[in-house]
């Protein structure tokens, strides 16, 4: 279970599959060497002992890397045999040599999981924990029912969104929601894991009875099936495994809110935490909420200000050297008139402009919109630039758009492109500029007059 981090994506990604995050070929394997006191590890080696799953080339599966609707579209047509079918459509998002655009097709003819309006599939992007239910009510057919009253047996029903109540509903009559540790909440907004999605395929396919599969409990909300506790990391060793986090690149922390920290490692340890450029010297004292699992949050101040704040863990134990460990993202606190130097490699926030509707070396059909995301407020400056094509080399031409818009309190912004007399080919240079305070940050993409 993962409460960091999360994303509540909107209802038009009902339509998904899975997020791929790592490698795009995957190793087959039942014996991976990260599921070590994995609470779901049953699931995930029984799934890869039938060529559903697959793991990676050092050996490894990841069972808390988030999954993509690309990687869920790999896994669906292996665990429901899904054929290729007939259908001709393309997604503009999705070469033709794209790792996983034969999966991608078989699920969207098969309806299991569809495009959006705008013609794209969207592969990279994370689900959460309601839209990969969605799917796999859509899997269980008939062997269910819509009926509202099964969610009453968990304490977050209400966090269920409304597009999503029907298909999770059908899910929990059919008890194929799995949670750990706790099975009594369905957490439909957290961004799923791949460890997660083992345990729900594998349910799923107990309830289709598809392949024999043996019933297991674990992360059932089953009084009468306890669930098992995984199996605990030696207490010869202490181990950090992961550090988790509430901070959002997009999204600076400022005074008054608070950084949450969740880390995961060997349990009866004593944990603490200091903030780089904060608390530094002065720890803060993490509590076990679950074997192995400690947390504990820091309360922003009016005078903390870091662009790259980096939190560091240790764990001790008497008896026994003290390990640390530092999460791998910086965290930006009061930017808005930081006392750091800026330093574009190493910041905690990303106001680097991204365009989020359109991938470099997309087709562009003018006139349209450029959809992209940056940080709150903060003012983008476009450039659109022409190229031409003398002797296969490009040369830069000329700029024939420019504009300047702000994003809005979420960070989202749209640029409207109007139409120009070019023809069938053209390249164009998207150059953009964002700005927040006295940073700023660019990005730039090709895109190819249709």
């Given amino acids: 279970m993962i409460f960091l981090n999360r994303t509540l994506l909107s209802s038009g990604l009902i339509a998904l599959a899975f997020i791929p995050i790592i490698p795009r070929v995957l190793a087959q394997s039942s014996s991976f060497g990260d599921l070590q006191g994995y609470w779901g590890g049953q699931y995930v080696t029984t799934l890869a002992e039938r060529g559903i799953i697959g ?109 999503a109540l029907d298909s999770v509903a059908r899910a929990a009559n059919a008890g194929i929601i799995v949670n750990f540790p706790d099975s009594r909440q369905i957490e439909p907004n957290s961004l799923a894991t791949r460890g997660e999605v083992a345990g729900l395929v594998y349910q799923t396919l107990v309830k289709l009875g598809d392949g024999n599969f043996a019933p297991i409990n674990i992360g059932l909300n089953n009084p009468s099936a306890p669930t098992p506790s995984p199996t605990p990391t030696p207490l010869s060793s202490l181990v950090i495994e992961r550090i988790e986090t509430n901070s959002n690149p997009r999204q600076p922390l400022r005074e008054g809110d608070d950084l949450l920290i969740r880390v995961y490692g060997s349990p009866g340890a004593n944990a603490s935490f200091e903030l780089e450029g904060l608390n530094q010297n002065r720890s803060v004292t993490m509590n076990e909420v679950q074997s192995g699992i400690y947390e504990t949050s820091y309360r922003i101040g009016r005078n903390d200000r870091q662009i790259n704040a980096r939190p560091l863990v240790f764990l001790s134990r008497s008896g026994q050297n003290s390990v640390s460990r530092q999460f791998n993202q910086a965290i930006a606190i009061n930017i808005d008139n930081p006392s750091y130097p800026y330093d574009p490699g190493n910041v905690g926030y990303v106001l680097r402009p991204e365009i989020t509707n359109f991938n470099d070396n997309d087709v562009i059909r003018l006139p349209d919109n450029l959809m992209g995301q940056t940080l709150p407020d903060a003012n983008v400056e476009v450039n659109l630039e022409t190229f031409r094509n003398v002797i296969g080399v490009l040369n830069f031409s000329q700029t024939i758009f420019q504009s300047t818009v702000r994003a809005d309190q979420t960070g989202r912004f749209i640029v409207y492109l109007p139409q120009f007399n070019r023809d069938s080919g053209t390249v164009y240079r998207v150059r953009m500029t964002a700005t927040q305070g006295n940073q700023s940050q660019s990005s730039e993409l090709l895109l190819r007059q249709e």
């Fill in 55 to 163: 793991g990676f080339p050092d050996g490894s599966f990841q069972p808390n890397a988030q999954i993509t609707r690309a990687q869920f579209a790999a896994i669906a047509v292996k665990a429901f045999n899904l054929s290729p079918g007939n259908s001709t459509r393309n997604f503009r998002d999705v070469p033709s040599n794209y790792w996983a655009a034969p999966a991608i097709l078989a699920v969207s003819s098969s309806g299991l999981v569809t495009g959006f309006p705008d013609g794209s599939f969207r592969p990279e992007e994370r689900i959460t924990r309601a839209q990969a239910l969605v799917i796999l009510a859509k899997a269980l057919g008939n062997n269910t029912n819509a009926n509202p009253d099964g969610l009453n047996v968990y304490g977050d029903r209400q966090a269920v969104p409304e597009w």
